[in-house]
Nanobody, 131 residues
Framework: QVQLVEAGGGLVQPGGSLRLSCAAS????????IGWFRQAPGKEREGVSC????????YYLETVKGRFTIYRDYMNNLVTLQMDSLNPEDTAVYYC????????????????????????WGQGTRVTVSS
């Protein structure tokens, strides 16, 4: 069964950190670009960070640059989003998505994030930043 499962969400105070993981089952993430997306209450979903299959290219939404880090764990078939210096504006449901590298729908990870591409999507994990 092909599945993406996010984990690591929760309640954190402003300035705190969370580490989200996106684990795949039923397929290898090695052949997929991976993106993290979020949807805040009352807002449209946006691309937060995307990473190429080779780990060579990463994209970050301007508002998370310098605070969030995306990286791959090939051995465990997962992708992690390390989130530091969180603020209330980061409150949202976070989703990961996987788009195959052979896809003709994107040429770079920035485009993947902007177009919110993903053949497979996780169910989401909620992040709440509040004091």
């Amino acid at each position: 069964q092909v599945q993406l499962v996010e984990a690591g969400g929760g309640l954190v105070q402003p300035g705190g950190s969370l580490r989200l993981s996106c684990a795949a089952s039923g397929f290898s993430l090695d052949y997929y670009a991976i993106g993290w997306f979020r949807q805040a209450p009352g807002k449209e979903r946006e691309g937060v960070s995307c990473i190429s299959s080779t780990d060579a290219t990463k994209y970050y939404l301007e508002t998370v640059k310098g605070r969030f880090t995306i990286y791959r764990d090939y051995m465990n078939n997962l992708v992690t989003l390390q989130m530091d210096s969180l603020n209330p504006e980061d409150t949202a449901v976070y989703y990961c998505a996987a788009e195959p590298v052979v896809s003709s729908r994107f040429t770079n990870v920035q485009q993947m994030c902007a177009s919110q591409l993903g053949k497979y999507w996780g169910q989401g994990t909620r992040v709440t930043v509040s004091s």
